[in-house]
């Protein structure tokens, strides 16, 4: 299994960034995906997260409102649409593949991950 973000980059608050996960070796239509991201010097936590067919979507609560998980099962790629971006949202962003029919928010439940984009967003 490859999961390959891509997307990031610099931008001022309030910008927009939409990051993009391609997968291969796995059916990718029966998989829940999710983002984590990773800030300097702290752990890695949960962004968002979306059932095998879209239906069934989380986020953080501190991404609401501001970002939007969405799927292309004919594309094999998860997107990750964010706006009003802040400095807090600045880390590495990752996707993840799960087994099973569940979304999750936790971390230890992903098997597959991708290798990371860097966003940083300017004050």
């Known amino acids: 299994v490859q999961l390959q973000a891509s997307g990031g980059g610099l931008v001022q608050a309030g910008g927009s960034l939409r990051l993009s996960c391609a997968a291969s070796g796995l059916t990718f239509s029966r998989y829940p995906l999710g983002w984590f991201r990773q800030a300097p010097g702290k752990e890695r936590e949960f962004v968002a997260a979306i059932s095998w067919s879209g239906a069934v979507i989380s986020y953080a609560d501190s991404v609401k409102g501001r970002f939007t998980i969405s799927r292309d099962n004919a594309k094999n790629t998860v997107y990750l649409q964010m706006n009003s971006l802040k400095p807090e949202d600045t880390a590495v962003y990752f996707c993840?593949?799960?087994?099973?029919?569940?979304?999750?928010?936790?971390?230890?439940?992903?098997?597959?991950w991708g290798q990371g984009t860097q966003v940083t967003v300017s004050s």
């Open positions: 993840a593949a799960k087994y099973g029919s569940r979304v999750s928010k936790l971390e230890y439940e992903y098997t597959d």
